[in-house]
């Protein structure tokens, strides 16, 4: 168990629709980063969050959206889905002080639209 | 801009055996390496990195890796196979400069054979 928990784990959707995906870090971590696992993509890097404040953005679509709480919770908001957006969709937390600290991932979002 | 590459798709392996997971990257300085698995329907798992210092990181479950600059690679390997490692390996690079993102390769499966 990595300590960094994703809700929900599994969600069906049709496309159009909005969801919101969520994820609580591991103790002590203030970064939190989102990641989308696709199996003709791979794993792709979106967004990055560190202490409530955006600090890199990947190659994260205009219909998503992400913001990082003060209880450094963060949320994953994905808009007018469409069929593509099917993936697994991970967080993973750092403490971030520096770039070698290792990234501890999440279970996972399974999101399917129909 | 970074990129990893691991080049095969799929390792085969038997039990007992040594077994490899090839990782080549491309930086524009000097690069933090590392290594995660995946488990079916589980999140990514950290195994090791390289920050510095000695080129043979050794990590969990007997997992070791070797950073070669002049090859840029960074091989993972294991002098003895399990059925339990059978699992997607993903390799992943960042520099060690300035807020890059971590960008991982595309994954190889391996499949420990009894």
């Known amino acids: 168990d990595s300590g960094v928990t994703q809700t929900p784990k599994h969600l069906i959707t049709a496309t159009g629709q909005r969801v919101t995906l969520r994820c609580s870090p591991r103790?002590?971590?203030?970064?939190v980063y989102w990641y989308q696992q696709s199996l003709d993509q791979g794993l792709q890097f979106l967004i990055q969050?560190?202490?409530?404040?955006?600090?890199a953005k990947g190659n994260i679509l205009e219909r998503f959206s992400a913001q990082q709480f003060p209880d450094l919770h963060s949320e994953l908001n994905l808009s007018s889905l469409e069929l593509g957006d099917s993936a697994l969709y991970f967080c993973?937390?750092?403490?971030?002080?520096?770039?070698?600290?290792?990234?501890?991932f999440g279970p996972g979002t399974r999101l399917t639209v129909l | 801009a970074q990129s990893v590459a691991q080049p095969e798709d799929q390792v085969n392996v038997a039990e007992g055996n040594p077994l490899t997971v090839k990782c080549t990257y491309s930086?524009?300085?000097?690069?933090?390496l590392f290594w995660y698995v995946q488990y079916p329907n589980r999140g990514l798992q950290f195994l090791l990195k390289y920050i510095t210092g000695d080129n043979l990181v050794k990590g969990s479950y007997g997992f070791e890796a070797e950073f070669n600059k002049s090859q840029t690679s960074f091989h993972l390997k294991k002098p003895s196979a399990l059925v339990s490692d059978s699992a997607l390996y993903f390799c992943?690079?960042?520099?060690?400069?300035?807020?890059?993102?971590?960008?991982f390769g595309k994954g190889t499966r391996l499949s420990v054979i009894a």
């Open positions: 930086v524009s300085g000097n690069p933090y």
């Open positions: 992943a690079v960042r520099e060690n400069s300035g807020n890059t993102p971590l960008v």
């Open positions: 993973a937390s750092s403490a971030e002080r520096s770039s070698y600290n290792e990234q501890f």
């Open positions: 103790s002590g971590d203030l970064s």
């Open positions: 969050y560190y202490n409530g404040e955006e600090r």
